[in-house]
């Protein structure tokens, strides 16, 4: 199954390459993109020679050069991105990016899906490498999702921002939602041992549920405020960058030397790089979760007197 990994990366890649390359430019490709490419480059070809400490921190590194591409083809696309454009924002989403997916890692001591290897003995070196790789989660989504939108539309469109109303045509639905999501996320940490290991799904779901009622509830930006405008390319883009973000992720982890291993007890003979093939399907509502999650974080640091432009979610 390496090779139908390889292969499927190799198809995303050139997919979306083309997809720029026949999309109309509003302005030339910035030289941070080619920096980015060729640092990613030339990290792979450091990596494959096990040269340190490349080898070890290469998924962090593949991330930050990605990053870096990506931005600079959304930018040279639409004239605005989410660094350039918007770099007070940028540096919160990486901020917040690491106890946001914290959140997952106390999931996981209770539910037990995935292991670390590889890593380096030092605390700190072992430290400032999941920091590192943990900040370029939500960026990384934010920034394929944005890419997406850009080169499947071809040139810089406006969405208006949903309406914040003051009143909901029917709480119903929203406290459903909500209710569903916090049972979701309460009840694997406290199953028997022997079911958590089974209920990650719960987790990927639930905060999606949770979320996006309050966030739309609290008048933060949501897709749900979204669907009532009569939108959905924000959710297609998410969810597209969720399955781009999961085959990168997956691609470049199976490689490096510090990575992750999944020991959940169900499909380990059907793997493809080293997550089982289900596993997959968990890349994409991860995406919508990642939005939900971070659009609440905004909100709150609207709150407490943290100016965060909106529009900088606006993928």
């Known amino acids: 199954m390496t090779l139908v990994g390889i292969i499927l990366f190799g198809f995303t890649v050139a997919i979306i390459v083309w997809k720029y390359g026949t999309a109309k430019r509003a302005y030339p490709f910035p030289m941070y993109g080619w920096i980015g490419a060729f640092g990613l480059l030339i990290s792979e070809a450091l990596m494959f020679a096990g040269v340190e400490p490349i080898a070890t921190y290469f998924t962090a590194l593949a991330w930050t050069w990605y990053i870096l591409l990506a931005d600079a083809a959304v930018y040279s696309l639409r004239g605005r991105s989410l660094l350039r454009t918007y770099p007070a924002e940028f540096t919160w989403i ?32 072992q430290n400032l490498g999941y920091a590192w790789a943990f900040a370029t989660i939500w960026p990384g ?16 469109t406006e969405r208006p921002v949903p ?70 390319s924000r959710l297609k883009a998410l969810l597209l960058a969720g399955t781009v973000c999961g ?30 093939l289900p596993g997959y399907l968990g890349f994409p509502p991860f995406a919508l979760e990642c939005f939900a999650m971070f659009a609440f974080v905004a909100w709150l640091l609207d709150k407490v007197g943290v100016r965060f432009r909106y529009e900088a979610l606006d993928f």
């Open 94 to 125: 990486a901020i917040w990016s690491i106890p946001l997916w914290l959140i997952f890692e106390a999931y996981n001591l209770r539910l037990k899906n995935w292991i670390y290897v590889g890593v380096p003995e030092n605390w700190f070196a």
């Open 141 to 156: 989504i934010f920034e394929t999702a944005a890419l997406i939108r850009a080169i499947t539309r071809g040139e810089r």
């Open 247 to 276: 085959i990168f992720w997956e691609f470049w982890n199976y490689w490096a030397r510090a990575r992750w291993v999944y020991v959940f007890p169900v499909f380990q003979q059907w793997k493809m790089f080293a997550m089982p």
């Open 163 to 232: 309406p914040r109303r003051d009143r909901l045509a029917s709480k119903g639905p929203l406290w459903i939602s909500a209710i569903a999501g916090a049972i979701m996320v309460a009840l694997p940490p406290v199953l028997p041992s022997a079911i958590r290991p089974y209920l990650f799904g719960f987790v990927w779901l639930g905060f999606i549920f949770l979320f996006e009622p309050i966030n739309r509830s609290i008048h933060a930006d949501s897709l749900w405020g979204d669907f009532e405008n009569g939108d959905r």
